[in-house]
């Protein structure tokens, strides 16, 4: 009898995997990227922790939206540079499951080493032990965050991002530190990258006060790196649970967007 040639679907089945069931924490969850990441996630049958700083209302709203996929949904009100207010994200998931995570998504940001660095790393340390061999720890980067230095160097980077860019590319690197540490432990490690992601809160606020800088400058990134000009917080949360399902991706994998049109 002939042996049966892989098809086109076996070779995609075999690339892929079901999020359904498993649990994800993402911070900073609460609106743009996060929240979109968030939905991405819950329409794959993950189970969610949310997490806000504050505006309660709008946190209330999205963890609505995730419950109506069929999934538990729980946002938490915390400070993640407070470990106290970190121990609560760990209580939400021991109370509701089980004391386990699968997916951690780094989305919380600023222009200080506290929450880039300091507080991405307690929470790896904070997590790492209850999350099972074949979990994912997701780090959401910018791409003047991820080419800083080559980019400090040839001014290009606006000058009003340049700390937030610094604090991210070193937060990139304390977790890079780690990679041994994470396959050690059966951890994968991905680093998500977009380029302008053109409809999120912080982007209409840069570009009101911006506006050609921004453009400019971005334009002039993208057109070196061959990136596309823009995407949406909507095609970023999707290409997050995309990159979550495929089981080829190497512990370091940095994701650009190339195949997306802008």
Known sequence: MMERQPTGQDNLE?????????????????????????KALAIEGVNIIGNY???????????????????????????????????????????LFGGKVDILVLNASGPSRDINVNAANSLVDEFLPIMPKGSTIILMQSVPGHFEPQLEE??????????????????????????????????????????????????????????????????????????????????????VAELLKRKDLPTGYVEFFRLISS
């Not at 075999?14 to 968030?38: C, F, M, Y």
């Not at 001014?155 to 937030?164: H, L, Q």
């Not at 994968?188 to 977009?194: A, K, M």
């Open 154 to 239: 040839l001014f290009i980077t606006p000058e009003f991002y340049r700390p937030i860019a610094k604090a991210k590319h070193e937060g990139e690197e304390s977790l890079r530190s780690r990679l041994k540490e994470f396959k050690e432990n059966g951890i994968s490690f991905i680093v998500v990258c977009p380029p302008e992601v053109s409809d999120t809160a912080n982007m209409r606020v840069f570009k009101s006060r911006y506006d050609v800088l921004i453009s400019d400058k971005q334009a002039k990134i993208s057109e070196m790196l061959g990136l596309p000009g823009v995407v949406t917080k909507e095609q970023v949360g999707k290409k």
């Open 53 to 95: 700083r504050n505006k309660k209302k709008r946190a209330d709203e999205v963890q609505k939206t995730l419950r109506s996929f069929g999934v538990t949904s729980e946002f938490v009100q915390a400070d993640i540079t407070d470990e106290d207010d970190r121990n609560k994200l760990i209580e939400t998931a021991q109370n």
């Open 14 to 38: 075999n690339r892929e995997r079901s999020l359904a069931g498993k649990v994800a924490l993402i911070t900073g969850s609460s609106r743009d990227i996060g929240a979109e990441i968030a």
